[in-house]
């Protein structure tokens, strides 16, 4: 049975990658060999935004020590990762989309040859005003966020690149695009 692929989500945060993989998981509606992977993160859950499974630091450690998670990566304080189902949904000829870190992107696209990275973007005024408007950091910490979008560059020559400075159709239905041309 052939893999599928890969797709590995990223971008800066507060550029929106949730809410456009959002508005595209509701138009592909499983119309595709595709499936989006959840995220497992050590934060409190929050229905506003990513549909992700929460866990306590040390649920975290209990699964990442017994291999439950196929990647994992720590930023801004918490530790993510998507759990090892997506390696037997690519094993099943389904393609998979994660949400992943632009940091540790070049260790996993090691590991995953046919791997396509897909970067979200917008412009750094958009950045600031999303950062600002969701309230979860003070001053510093969005001027720390800022700096670090501009600091993380992507080398890799599959990258596509998703601009979510305007309306959200508009990034949601390139993402549309990218992901019914790479599902199976």
Same mark, same amino acid.
């Given at each position: ?17 949730d ?33 992700? +499974?929460? /866990? %306590?630091? $040390? ?5 990442? &020590?017994?291999?439950?998670? !196929? ?14 189902e997506?390696? +037997?949904? /690519? %094993?099943? $000829? ?5 949400? &992943?870190?632009?940091?540790? !992107? ?16 917008a412009?750094?005024?958009?950045l600031?005003?999303?950062l600002?408007?969701? &309230? ?11 700096a ?37």
């Open positions: 049975m052939a893999s599928g692929r890969l797709i590995y989500l990223m971008g800066a945060s507060g550029v929106g990658k809410s456009v993989l959002g508005y595209a998981r509701a138009r592909m509606n499983g119309r595709y060999q595709m499936l989006i992977a959840h995220r497992y993160v050590t934060r409190a859950p929050d229905p506003a935004h990513e549909n992700y +499974i929460s /866990l %306590s630091e $040390g649920e975290f450690a209990l699964r990442k &020590g017994k291999g439950i998670f !196929f990647f994992d990566w720590q930023a801004h304080d918490l530790h993510y990762a998507v759990g090892i997506v390696s +037997i949904w /690519l %094993s099943r $000829g389904l393609s998979v989309v994660m949400n &992943g870190s632009r940091a540790h !992107f070049a260790k996993e696209a090691s590991r995953m040859p046919g791997i396509l990275p897909v970067m979200i973007e412009r750094p005024e958009m600031r005003q999303r600002e408007a969701r &309230g979860r950091e003070g001053p510093d910490a969005i001027a720390a966020r800022l670090r979008a501009g600091s993380l560059s992507i080398l890799h020559p599959a990258l596509l690149r998703i601009d979510n400075s305007g309306p959200l159709e508009a990034a949601g239905e390139r993402l549309v695009d990218v992901l019914s041309r790479a599902a199976p």
